[in-house]
């Protein structure tokens, strides 16, 4: 399986996070839950969400508050983030919005709508998130039927070297330390020892490099891996 996105929800209505955290676990999100601004910052900046959906009225720290803080972390700053509010003031949905929300659903909403724009978001802002083929160089991976092909070959991968190329190949050229592919591949809840990252992308070069072909696998020293754009 293609590592499902991971979904930051913030609320501090217990019963309508639970409500989400089921809803959105059944479509297919991995979800942590935060129930106060502070805690949201806090968990963002461990779990690494692909999308944050954020509450408007918050203890510790106002959604907006929020809001304008991930915009401002480097990691964050591109993490989609959709805001739950209850206002209905055309003013205060600008505001989020002027700061960095990418859509706004208001309170009460139906769950199928919230998905709906979820996914919505998802595609705009994160392609690869919701694409069933990944191309770079020759390597084509269909995340729907599970196989990769470099050229005319089949690739054959084990399912954690299946998860390490398909976050590889969302974001080619760019260098991940082995922290953040433990992260990304096997989760921040899992312990794995770093080495080990190292010993499965030796199998996934081994299963990309046949014959003569090229490694398309880039070692930065003391920095991590890369999958090159032009393998
Ligand atoms: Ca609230």
């Not at 806090?42 to 009225?57: I, N």
């Not at 918050?58 to 907006?64: D, E, F, T, V």
């Not at 709906?116 to 595609?123: G, I, N, P, S």
């Not at 899992?190 to 070069?205: M, S």
Request: with cysteine; proline share 4%; hydrophobic share 40%.
């Amino acid at each position: 399986m293609a590592k499902a996105p991971h979904v930051l929800v913030v609320e501090d209505e217990a019963a309508l996070a639970d409500l989400l955290k089921y809803n959105l676990e059944k479509e297919g999100y991995r979800v942590s839950v935060a129930n106060d601004g502070e805690e949201a910052l806090v968990v963002a900046d461990e779990a690494k969400p692909d999308l944050v959906v954020l509450d408007w009225m918050l203890p510790k720290a106002p959604g907006i508050e929020v809001c304008r803080r991930l915009r401002a972390r480097q990691d964050t700053r591109n993490t989609p983030i959709v805001m739950l509010t209850a206002r209905t003031e055309e003013s205060d949905r600008i505001r989020g919005l002027d700061l960095g929300a990418d859509d706004y659903v208001t309170k009460p909403f139906s769950m199928s709508e919230l998905l709906a724009r979820l996914r919505a978001v998802m595609r705009r802002i994160r392609p690869g998130l919701a694409e069933d083929k990944l191309v770079c160089g020759d390597i084509v991976m269909d995340r729907v039927s599970h196989r990769v092909k470099r050229g005319e070959r089949e690739v054959h991968l084990g399912p954690t070297e299946f998860r390490i190329l398909d976050h590889l190949m969302q974001h080619p050229g760019r260098v991940f330390s082995r922290e953040q592919l433990l992260d990304a591949v096997w989760g921040s809840d899992v312990y794995v020892e770093a080495r080990t990252v190292d010993v499965h992308i030796g199998r996934l070069r081994k299963a990309l490099m046949v014959g003569d072909e090229n490694d398309p696998i880039r070692t930065v020293r003391s920095a991590g891996y890369a999958l090159d754009v032009d393998a």
